[in-house]
């Protein structure tokens, strides 16, 4: 995959396609990138979503472009519509959907647990890639999150143990003391067990867009949509 081109200067008052931009500053409205032409053809994909994302997740992990291939934006809404987004870390993925996992008290927690409607993006745009993800959720197991609460390196067991995910604190003193207070209680050489507030989140997709960035923002957008028959592929408007 050929990498995009970026129009816009990086160095500070450099100019930006003809136009200079003052000190510490960056003229926005000149920010673009100019794509590729590799196009993204209905005869290219696979026949189902999970099938082409692997492909896609794959690549953009052995581009070693992305320190987090797997990150993704999870946008979540309120029962009266208030939206939140945040990034979360793939951790599965199947023909069932994506899983992630999270503290159940959290923001998004407690929005999904009022609204289960979620929306996911990945963006390799270093690839010129995106995929949109929009469905609804479920929790997994608990034998599934304890697995893979307790594959986690243990420093990190500890700080999901006690950290009150979304709350306010009085400060970063009070958030080490309460993790000092569960290591010592937990060594390194003991399992901590997993809280009941934590766990897995799965994904079950309606629609996955697969978009590729084309010259002239002629982009090509492909999604596969559930209907009552399965999956059906369609283009998108640009």
Same mark, same amino acid.
């Given at each position: 995959?050929?990498?995009?081109?970026?129009?816009? =200067?990086?160095?500070?008052?450099?100019? $930006?396609? !003809? @136009? &200079?931009?003052?000190?510490? *500053?960056?003229?926005?409205?000149?920010?673009?990138?100019?794509?590729?032409?590799?196009?993204?053809?209905?005869?290219?994909?696979?026949?189902?979503?999970?099938?082409?994302?692997?492909?896609?997740?794959?690549?953009?992990?052995?581009?070693?472009?992305?320190?987090?291939?797997?990150?993704?934006?999870?946008?979540?809404?309120?029962?009266?519509?208030?939206?939140?987004?945040?990034?979360?870390?793939?951790?599965?993925?199947?023909?069932?959907?994506?899983?992630?996992?999270?503290?159940?008290?959290?923001?998004?927690?407690?929005?999904?647990?009022?609204?289960?409607?979620?929306?996911?993006?990945?963006?390799?745009? =270093?690839?010129?890639?995106?995929?949109? $993800?929009? !469905? @609804? &959720?479920?929790?997994?197991? *608990?034998?599934?999150?304890?697995?893979?609460?307790?594959?986690?390196?243990?420093?990190?067991?500890?700080?999901?143990?006690?950290?009150?995910?979304?709350?306010?604190?009085?400060?970063?003193?009070?958030?080490?003391?309460?993790?000092?207070?569960?290591?010592?209680?937990?060594?390194?050489?003991?399992?901590?067990?997993?809280?009941?507030?934590?766990?897995?989140?799965?994904?079950?997709?309606?629609?996955?867009?697969?978009?590729?960035?084309?010259?002239?923002?002629?982009?090509?957008?492909?999604?596969?949509?559930?209907?009552?028959?399965?999956?059906?592929?369609?283009?998108?408007?640009?």
């Amino acid at each position: 995959m050929r990498p995009c081109r970026c129009d816009h =200067a990086r160095r500070e008052g450099a100019p $930006v396609n !003809g @136009r &200079t931009t003052g000190p510490g *500053r960056a003229d926005v409205a000149e920010l673009r990138v100019s794509y590729g032409r590799t196009p993204l053809l209905e005869a290219d994909l696979a026949p189902d979503w999970h099938t082409q994302f692997t492909r896609w997740f794959d690549d953009a992990v052995a581009s070693l472009t992305f320190p987090e291939p797997n990150a993704m934006v999870v946008a979540t809404c309120t029962a009266d519509g208030i939206p939140s987004a945040r990034t979360v870390l793939l951790k599965a993925h199947d023909e069932n959907g994506l899983v992630f996992f999270t503290n159940y008290s959290s923001r998004k927690g407690l929005e999904l647990a009022a609204n289960p409607r979620v929306s996911c993006v990945f963006g390799w745009y =270093a690839m010129e890639r995106q995929v949109v $993800v929009c !469905g @609804r &959720t479920e929790r997994v197991d *608990r034998t599934t999150s304890e697995r893979y609460f307790h594959s986690r390196p243990h420093g990190s067991q500890i700080a999901a143990s006690i950290s009150e995910q979304s709350t306010v604190i009085p400060d970063r003193g009070w958030l080490d003391r309460r993790r000092d207070e569960l290591a010592r209680q937990y060594p390194d050489d003991t399992q901590v067990p997993l809280p009941d507030f934590w766990g897995g989140i799965r994904v079950l997709p309606d629609t996955v867009e697969f978009w590729a960035g084309r010259e002239n923002r002629m982009h090509d957008r492909l999604r596969y949509r559930r209907t009552g028959a399965g999956f059906v592929l369609e283009r998108l408007s640009p």
